[in-house]
């Protein structure tokens, strides 16, 4: 069950927490992945020791007409593409009255805007081969919003929009659009909250603890997977009740 043997993924934001989660986790189910970030050194410490059919690709999403070249390059490497995740996202935290033009654009163009175009990329070879996988990982703030994050915020929600629209698009070929929304998630950035912040947090979560980034790359996987071919337009929420659809 969700085998993914010899299916072709890309991941961005692959540096991450979630990210290098999904990345193994693909992996592991026999799929040929491209990890790609900003970083080469970070990607190809993440790949070490993973064995064959691993690949790192240094991609800044920021500069938005190279891009499109980043499914290229995946697409060369491998042979085709069956998976595109696209996990990458920066924050410019502000409160609205003071946000800058730079620190809106900033986020909007490497969470949304580089996902669209990386998904229009993907989209002309899975169209031909009639198959695909198309998957955003989007966040429970697109749907409950969080002050000082309005930038942030609506790239999450454009995201869950888009995939509605583009899973109405290309249905008909096989290739579905999903996301995955996660809520409070053990990572690096959480790592730097201080206990009383976490006890208010978990407060809130009805079960009581923040995720594991293993708890979305199993979303990823269930999603890029066989058994959720009947599966297109849905944000599956991994936030412990937090906010439930």
Partial sequence: MFTLENKKALVTGATGGIGGAIVHALHQAGAHVVASGS???KLDHLIGGMGDNIFAIACNLAALETTPALVEAAEEKLGGLDILICNAGVTKDNLALRMKDEEWNQVIDVNLTASFKLARAAMKGMLKRRQGRIIFITSVVGHTGNPGQANYCASKAGLAGMAKSLAQEVASRGITVNCIAPGFIETAMTAQ???????RINQNIPLGRMGLAGD?????LFLASGEAAYITGHTLHVNG?????
């Fill in 39 to 41: 970083n080469q050194e």
């Fill in 193 to 199: 909250l201080n206990d009383e912040q976490k006890a």
């Fill in 216 to 220: 979305v790359a199993a979303g990823a």
């Fill in 241 to 245: 009740g937090l906010f439930m659809a």
